[in-house]
């Protein structure tokens, strides 16, 4: 049910219309609705790290752009887990459980993986101008978001039999409140309890060194929670026959599961929706994914954009309900396509905020940020997450729409999936643009470019600066916005005939039926038109 790390991805939505014949009552439901949200709140730690360790990383003067296109391949698993996504749901111990037998070691192995780096803290996050491990930090990382994507596979599909038929609507509004606390909650406590400066200023009546707890600590906390929550399951959690059995849905085996992902992909018109959202993402780069990293850049303290994150996880949490009753219509698409000129405009709006904060370093090297900065910036921030969130809302409105009812679960997954590819990619894109576009050169030698560490040392050895004289964020933002632009026009009147076309249109030719034994095995077989 999970789309990405980041801010940037479209919101949950569970294909379950079909499951709700009854007034909901959450009597007998409860504890499983907060069993949901924990599971939910657990996967979304590693995201909140994702979203925090770059903060902390471009704080550090001796990180790289290079550095952080690096880091970004840890979001993959969540782009990817389309491809392990059949094993997860057709592999199983049946005395265990069907998610269970997933949920358990995946979990167990997210707190190893946790406790690992709290040994390792001075490595990966050292507090003195060392460098941190980037290679070890990128690998474990990987490994987190790897196993939170295959714990949201697990948890995704016992959500739907955990809850009774009537109450299966809430599983949608679990996973969307779980894994916002637990995001919040993993950026929160990586940066801000662990900062000298927040602590003293919010957290302390007597000021003293270093964070309320350290890095370690929190790493530990985690570990210990992972391991004795899912020990917890372990034992006094059962998981019942599933409704899917109950009621003898179909169900098909994980060879046929592709089969019908190549089906889904060979559709004309999915060919051409794919194109389109596969490159959607490119002109939302500069203000999305690089935002962030500038305002460090120009002095900005990670804490203060830390405190703004939180605050803006609010608006995140409500303009999908709100959003909800405008998409709900039969042309969501035309509310994306209607906002997205808007949203390309936005992304000066972000270069002007960038350029001015450059202004405020003093010549004694002080950064003196005034407050009205900050309102500026938190009005700027807070429109571009509310168009960003009506426009996911639609898009997922229009996924439901074409999804193909049969297979409900696999086509929004693929569908899913391929947009939170293409929020990854225009990440890692727009990581490693701004370097390649970034001029710099030597105070005292023009001939020195600064390109490399050794040229940078020598110039700093000599008395000199290395200065900046084109920006790679300014020209990035008019390349990008160019290419939104060009894609808006190119794809614009292509999304709204699709979008015009009957949910028919998008239906797989191939009917599941009944290969007539006792086992519950199903074959595809072609639909004679």
Sequence with gaps: MTLSTQQDEPTKSVVENDLIIAKTNLKGDWSNIFLLLFLYMMQGIPLGLVHAIPLFLQSKQNVTYKDQTLFGLVTWPFGLKLLWAPLIDSLYIQKIGRRKSWLIPIQLLMGICFFYMALSIDDLFPETNKKPNILKLVLLMFLCNFLAATQDIAVDGWALTLLQKNNVGYASTCASIGQVIGIMWGSVSFILLTSEDFSNKYLRITPNAGGIVTM???????????????????????????????DNHIRINTFQSYKLLWEILKLPSFKILAIALLTSMIGFAPSEKVLNLKLIDVGVPKENIMIMQTGLYVIKMIIPVIAAKYTAGPKPMSIYLNIMPIKLFWNFMFLIIIYYGSKLIKNNGIVDIPMHYYAILVLISSI?????????????AFYCRISDARFGGTYMTLLNSLSNIAGISSKLLSFALIDLLTFKECSFDSNNNCSTSHLQNVCKSNGGDCITTVNGYYVESVICTIIGITWYIIFKNKLKQLQSKSPSHWVVK???????NHNNSYTLEDVKT
Excluded: C, P
Aim: zero cysteines; proline letters at 0%.
């Design 216 to 246: 370690k600590t929190v790493f530990l906390v985690w570990a210990i929670s992972y391991m004795a929550i899912t020990t917890l399951i372990a034992f006094f959690k059962h998981e019942e026959k599933t409704r899917l059995d109950e």
């Design 384 to 396: 571009n997450v509310i168009q960003h969130n009506i426009m996911m809302t639609a898009l997922v």
């Design 510 to 516: 191939k009917n599941i039926q009944e290969s007539g």
